[in-house]
């Protein structure tokens, strides 16, 4: 597969390996983006045929960024080092996005077929919320805004000109997308329970990030 898997991972030592083994039978490059002082995690990667690059900023999304800016294949996913995204999606996402010609597949934990085994009852109500006001002031048409499990062009990521260090790059690219004009589908997923570790999300925080974000984009 023409396909680059972006990984930030941070502080994933335990659950990143198990991440690896998954996929490596998979025909597909692997960009691990950590932060250079992050030894543990980058221990995790040896032994395994995968890209690792030191971020020079901070933040979840200036790792996904910085991963899309280093990839040289023509399609791009966002992947999570905690084991939540289920790589059996990989193959019939690159194919549809192959067949339609769309610049972006969202997955979707909230369409029919899908579901999570990780979305706690802030984190859901926070993403009706945050969906709802990018369907109504943004004309989205997505169901699921929080979840950052997406393939797409590499040339449409860098049409996007993509700025947001944080979390908030889950409505960055959704507004960005439709703003432009691209061509983008959702695809139902289930989210999986993370392998091991702590989750990074901090509900008020980020939520607070995801919203400023989008009031600053009206």
């Known amino acids: 597969m023409d396909l680059t898997l972006i990984i930030p991972a941070k502080e994933e030592e335990y659950s990143l390996p198990l991440v690896l083994d998954e996929i490596k039978e998979m025909n597909l490059n692997k960009i691990v983006v950590i932060a250079k002082d992050d030894q543990k995690t980058l221990n ?10 030191y971020q020079t900023g901070k933040g979840y999304g ?10 040289k294949s023509t399609y791009v996913c966002i992947f999570y080092a905690d084991g939540s995204t289920d790589p059996k999606y990989l193959k019939e996402m690159y194919d549809k996005i192959k067949t339609t010609q769309e ?12 579901g999570s085994d990780d979305d706690g009852f802030i984190t859901k109500v926070g993403n009706f919320l945050f969906t709802l006001i990018g369907n109504i002031f ?7 805004i929080l979840f950052t499990y997406i393939i797409a062009k590499k040339s449409s990521f860098d049409l ?11 409505a960055e690219i959704p ?6 004009g691209l061509k ?19 509900a008020f925080r980020d939520g607070l990030k995801i919203l400023y974000y989008m009031i600053k984009s009206f």
């Open 44 to 53: 995790a990667t040896k032994n395994y045929d995968c890209e690792v690059l």
């Open 62 to 71: 200036n790792a996904i960024i910085e991963g899309i800016q280093k990839t």
């Open 103 to 114: 610049d972006l597949i969202f997955c979707s934990r909230y369409e029919k077929g899908a």
């Open 138 to 144: 943004f004309s989205l048409n997505i169901t699921d």
């Open 160 to 170: 996007m000109k993509l700025s947001s260090n944080n979390v908030d790059l889950c």
């Open 175 to 180: 507004i960005k997308a439709k703003r432009l």
């Open 184 to 202: 983008y589908s959702t695809f139902p997923s289930h989210e999986r329970k993370r392998f091991g570790g702590k989750k990074k999300l901090k």
